[in-house]
């Protein structure tokens, strides 16, 4: 089982920034691609969206096309960790972020607690 665990979170007003952080210790990271998911309110844990990913190497940045050139995805492969910088948040984004290894496709099927994220006046 794989332990991950996102940080970051919380109210922000339209227009604002946030930085996610997702730790995932124990894991040969740099092996891994990482990806961050989004649950919108009130969705379904099975309809977690994919929102950014990218390869073990740091290379392969991929963005859905809602997000693109507001977020930017990246890693540190030296402490384990991914982050994802979200710029211009808009309320359509408010939901739980959660990360997890794997390239938009879930190796592990054990996910952290997520982390909220509230874009709102």
């Known amino acids: 089982e794989v332990q991950v665990e996102e940080s970051g979170g919380g109210l922000v007003q339209p227009g604002g920034s946030l930085r996610l952080s997702c730790k995932v210790p124990?894991?040969?990271?740099?092996?891994?691609?990482m990806s961050w998911y989004r649950q919108l309110p009130g969705a379904p844990e099975s309809d977690r969206e994919l929102?950014?990913?990218?390869?073990?190497?740091?290379?392969?940045?991929h963005y859905i096309d809602a997000v693109q050139g507001r977020f930017t995805i990246s890693r540190d492969n030296a402490i384990n960790m991914a982050y994802l910088q979200m710029n211009n948040l808009q309320p359509e984004d408010t939901g739980a972020y959660f990360c997890?290894?794997?390239?938009?496709?879930?190796?592990?099927?054990?996910w952290g607690r997520g982390t909220q994220v509230t874009v709102s006046l």
């Open positions: 997890n290894p794997g390239y938009g496709v879930v190796i592990f099927n054990s």
């Open positions: 124990g894991l040969t990271f740099s092996n891994y691609a």
């Open positions: 929102v950014a990913a990218i390869l073990g190497n740091g290379g392969g940045e």
